[in-house]
């Protein structure tokens, strides 16, 4: 069974603040990755991938691949109220169409 | 607006009964997916397909199934083997393989 680690949280930030969200999986042969954010009742909005090692930035939003350590993480820079919720790290299998969700960060920026 | 749309958003089984969950797509793209989701859990896998015509079981499959006759729809099947049905269902679809899968807007299936 493929796994993908995250921290349930709650991860608590104040208004302003860089929100650092992590996760690690554990097929080194994982070649994408994927974070979404979950709002309470709410369908998964994909937010970022990234593929290559490296950071990716798209807005407030930078995605950071490690495959040496198999680690993601997402950094949340300028974070608002509105970025409160859950936020889930996907990595897909060698297969490339079973993609495997960790549980999910919750994620609380207070004003 | 391209987009996948689910059917029913809410939907309640009676003991002994099947039903059928909706999922169509104007997004032409080629694969799509059937997730649970259980409060507090992350998403699991319960069937995908490729292409028409064909699907691969996915992580949970047992007391489901789905049918492929058209590239755009992808409807999900929940019968009473699936003892516990009462979940968040999320269907979504993507250009192929290892490519961002988009979603729909849910099916939250209840048992009376």
Redesign the interface.
């Known amino acids: 069974q493929k796994e993908v680690e995250q921290n349930s949280g709650p991860l608590s930030v104040p208004e302003g603040a860089i929100a650092s969200l992590n996760c690690t999986y554990s097929d080194r042969g994982s070649q994408s990755f994927f974070w979404y954010r979950q709002y309470s009742g709410k369908s998964p909005e994909l937010i970022m991938f990234i593929y290559s090692n490296g950071d990716k930035e798209d807005g407030r939003f930078t995605a950071q691949l490690n495959k040496a350590s198999q680690y993601v993480s997402l950094l949340i820079r300028d974070s608002q109220p509105s970025d409160s919720a859950t936020y889930l790290c996907a990595v897909y299998s060698n297969s490339g169409y079973a993609l495997n969700f960790g549980k999910g960060t919750s994620l609380l920026v207070t004003p | 607006d391209g987009g996948i749309t689910q059917s029913p958003k809410y939907l309640f089984r009676k003991e002994g009964q099947n039903v059928t969950l909706s999922c169509e797509q104007n997004l032409n793209h080629d694969?799509m997916?059937w997730?649970r989701q259980d409060p507090?859990?992350?998403?699991?896998?319960i069937y995908?397909s490729?292409i028409v015509n064909d699907f691969?079981k996915?992580?949970i499959a047992e007391g489901y199934s789905v049918s492929r006759e058209k590239k755009e729809s992808f409807p999900l099947t929940v019968t009473s083997a699936q003892k516990n049905p009462t979940a968040f269902y999320?269907c979504a679809s993507s250009k192929?393989?290892?490519q961002?899968?988009?979603?729909?807007?849910?099916t939250r299936l209840s048992i009376l």
């Open positions: 694969a997916y997730y507090g859990q992350g998403l699991r896998l995908y490729q691969q996915g992580d999320l192929g393989e290892h961002p899968q988009h979603f729909g807007d849910g």
